[in-house]
């Protein structure tokens, strides 16, 4: 079974201020990680993947996340916020294989940036 | 080109209608999948379909019949609609053998009043 626990349904940061947006994950077999961001009356998209290799990932419109497997953790960080990176941010985990693409998904975080 | 699209975007209906949602991907992927995001925004997965065999069925009522007539399509049927479907339905598609990550369509909003 899986799990993941993002801390913080809403976070605030300023612009131009470092966005930390924590993600926490349980499973039972190696994992494969993936943070989605959804604009408002949008569908998901790919923001980064962690899947075998390097533990530090980066992604789409400047974001990175790092997989701690002691910390079984997936933070995903960005050096300095936007105006455009207001939205809401999932953490999801999938155990690979044919369950690939079967997402187990946290309660999302949405990040709000003040100018 | 759109990679994943949903039809409606929008669906308001009432309940114990019987409506469905159609979904196509032009990827070339082999699997594709149905979530369920509610009120408090939780996306939850519902089916996935292998090459038009149903691999994942969660626990979902038997209302719900997914349907895929071919690799690139998905629809999802619901029968006798109740308040609790108000939801939003993603459709998504991931290739098994490529492991590509899954890519979502816009999302059907549906509303049982």
């Known amino acids: 079974a899986q799990s993941v626990t993002q801390l913080g349904s809403h976070v605030s940061v300023s612009e131009g201020a470092l966005v930390l947006l924590r993600c926490n994950y349980s499973?039972?077999?190696?994992?494969?990680l993936f943070w989605y961001v959804q604009y408002p009356n949008q569908g998901l998209q790919l923001l980064l993947k962690?899947?075998?290799?390097?533990?530090l990932v980066k992604g789409i419109n400047g974001f990175e996340a790092e997989f701690k497997k002691s910390e079984t953790s997936f933070h995903l960080t960005k050096p300095s916020a936007h105006m455009s990176d207001a939205a809401e941010y999932f953490c999801?985990?999938?155990?690979?294989?044919?369950?690939?693409?079967?997402?187990?998904f946290g309660q999302g975080t949405i990040l709000t940036v003040h100018p | 080109d759109t990679a994943v699209s949903q039809t409606p975007k929008y669906l308001v209906t009432q309940m114990g209608n019987d409506k469905s949602i159609k979904c196509e991907q032009n990827?070339?992927?082999?699997?594709m999948y149905w979530y369920k995001q509610d009120s408090k925004k939780f996306l939850k997965i519902m089916f996935s379909?292998?090459?038009?065999?149903?691999?994942i069925n969660e626990t979902v009522p038997n209302r719900f019949s997914p349907k895929s007539p071919d690799k690139a399509h998905l629809n999802l049927h619901i029968n006798s609609l109740e308040l609790g479907d108000s939801a939003v339905y993603f459709c998504?598609?991931?290739?098994?053998?490529?492991?590509?990550?899954?890519?979502f369509g816009q999302g059907t909003r549906l509303t049982v009043v």
């Open positions: 962690y899947t075998t290799g390097a533990t």
């Open positions: 379909y292998n090459n038009k065999e149903l691999i």
């Open positions: 499973s039972s077999v190696p994992p494969y």
């Open positions: 999801a985990v999938s155990a690979g294989g044919t369950s690939y693409g079967k997402l187990t």
């Open positions: 998504a598609s991931s290739h098994y053998e490529r492991n590509t990550e899954a890519f």
């Open positions: 990827l070339g992927h082999d699997t």
